[in-house]
């Protein structure tokens, strides 16, 4: 009995998945990682001048990475992956790309989400509609409470290890 409990909980839940969600391959042809974030105490300031919250993302492939006119996303909530789209991109080999966690939900010379991270911990994901319109997960990560000042690495970049570090935004972990 516990059994069909379950399995009619997890068709209930299925049901409300608002979109198709494929996770990625284990070593896809996408090698774009989530690969620090800060969520309180930051000093990097945005292009107004204000300290932010920020996602790094970074390309740990050979080849220069382009969105080339896919629709990509940045969220805070792996329930709803399409909370915001991101412009079209370039990441450089072995380079990263910063996005500001700060709420204003613009781009200039820089990429701001509409979304502040919580200090509190929470999840990340980035996402794109692949060409049969399902969403595919690239990367995400859940995290906890960050103390003020540091940032949740991958040690070294693109890898497994995740570790509490001084940021290094831009930069090799």
Not at 6 to 26: F, N, Q
Not at 82 to 89: A, I, N, S, V
Not at 90 to 115: A, M, R, W
Request: with cysteine; charged share 20%; proline share 7%.
């Amino acid at each position: 009995m516990k059994i069909i409990n379950w399995l009619l909980l997890l068709g209930i839940m299925a049901s409300c998945v608002k979109e198709r969600i494929i996770p990625p391959p284990e070593k896809g042809p996408i090698k774009l990682f989530v690969n620090e974030l800060q969520s309180s105490g930051s000093v990097l300031l945005n292009e107004s001048g204000v300290a932010s919250d920020w996602i790094e993302l970074y390309n740990d492939s050979e080849d220069t990475f382009r969105t080339n006119g896919l629709t990509f996303f940045i969220s805070d909530s792996l329930g709803y992956l399409p909370k915001d789209t991101l412009p079209d991109f370039t990441i450089n080999p072995k380079s990263h790309l910063i996005i500001y966690c700060d709420g204003e939900g613009y781009v200039g010379t820089q990429i701001h989400t509409n979304f502040k991270l919580s200090s509190a911990g929470e999840q990340v994901a980035i996402s794109y509609v692949d060409a049969q319109n399902n969403t595919v997960i690239i990367d995400s990560r859940v995290f906890g409470a960050i103390p003020s000042g540091k940032s949740e690495s991958r040690v070294p970049d693109g890898s497994n290890n995740w570790s509490i570090t001084d940021p290094t935004p831009g930069n090799p972990n």
